[in-house]
């Protein structure tokens, strides 16, 4: 896997169910029955399971060569005009680390919240104060240097352009952006994403502020959102043709930037299958 792009699910999909799997201990080896090479652990409504649990999943994505991730409590609100809950929102980043340390991954996907009725800016600022707050307990914890990785958000009213969520990553070094390309499209009505080479200056704009490295090994969300003058309304499979984006130019993109990101697909349902084809495509190029 090394040098190269990996693909992998956002949870569990409709087939892993039907397959009679019913914990996520049993994914990577699903994964990997798949032919995929990344898992990213669904915590949106909260990191409930055992740390046990995040150990048992950890050894069998090693066993089955599956690259593990964590995605925090969707009620994380660095941004909230609440102060206290701006600061909450740390324990909340503090237990998405425990179960991180525990499984061996080494990123967390975290929504930075709502701008609400907030200047833009004023919520940019206590996104980072409380962000640099989360660091302080993530150190206090000896949990400091896994990467909290700040997602593009596909709302008009989240706090979370890609603009935004580089200013934030300027925090800290181990505070890293998670390009979400369906949330991109949907947030600026399907403009964004029409070639390879609307896909590259993604990339090319992360190595200017956040350095090559970090572009190189991006964290990505991918998925068709249906969306409205608002942004984003739900997630929707590749068997959509009304709403984007397209995934082939995404592929042709890393293929010529000789980047390696870890692709999470976050379809309807379909999220390993359509993951597949998203590799399938990518391995053509190779």
Request: glycine share 10%; with cysteine.
């Amino acid at each position: 896997m090394k040098n190269k792009a990996l693909f992998g699910p956002g949870g569990n999909c409709d087939s892993f169910y039907e397959a009679g799997f019913k914990s996520s201990v049993d994914a990577p080896a699903f994964v990997n029955s798949f032919g995929l090479d990344a898992y990213e652990y669904e915590a949106g409504n909260g990191v409930t399971a055992s740390v046990d649990t995040f150990k048992k999943l950890g050894e069998t994505a090693k066993r089955e060569d599956i690259k593990l991730s964590i995605h925090a409590p969707y009620y994380i609100s660095l941004s909230s005009v609440d102060p206290e809950k701006r600061k909450g929102s740390s324990k909340y980043i503090l237990s998405s680390a425990i179960a991180l340390d525990a499984m061996g991954g080494d990123i967390m996907v975290i929504h930075a919240g709502s701008t609400a009725k907030l200047d833009r800016s004023v919520a940019l600022d206590y996104a980072k104060e409380a962000l640099f707050h989360s660091l302080r307990v993530l150190s206090d914890n000896e949990l400091y240097g896994y990467k909290l990785g700040i997602e593009t958000m596909g709302k008009v009213n989240q706090l979370g352009t890609l603009d935004e969520v580089l200013e934030m990553c300027k925090v800290d070094s181990t505070i890293v952006p998670v390009v979400d390309f369906g949330h991109m499209n949907a947030r600026d009505g399907g403009s964004v994403f029409k070639n390879a080479d609307d896909y590259k200056r993604v990339f090319e704009k992360i190595s200017s502020s956040c350095g090559a490295f970090v572009a190189e090994e991006l964290h990505c969300h991918f998925s068709k959102i249906e969306y409205t003058g608002g942004g984003e309304k739900r997630h929707l499979t590749f068997e959509d043709s009304v709403f984007g984006p397209e995934f082939e130019p995404l592929m042709k993109a890393i293929y010529d930037l000789g980047v390696h990101p870890t692709i999470i697909c976050e379809s309807a349902g379909t999220q390993a299958k359509d993951a597949l084809s998203m590799k399938n495509e990518y391995l053509k190029l190779l």
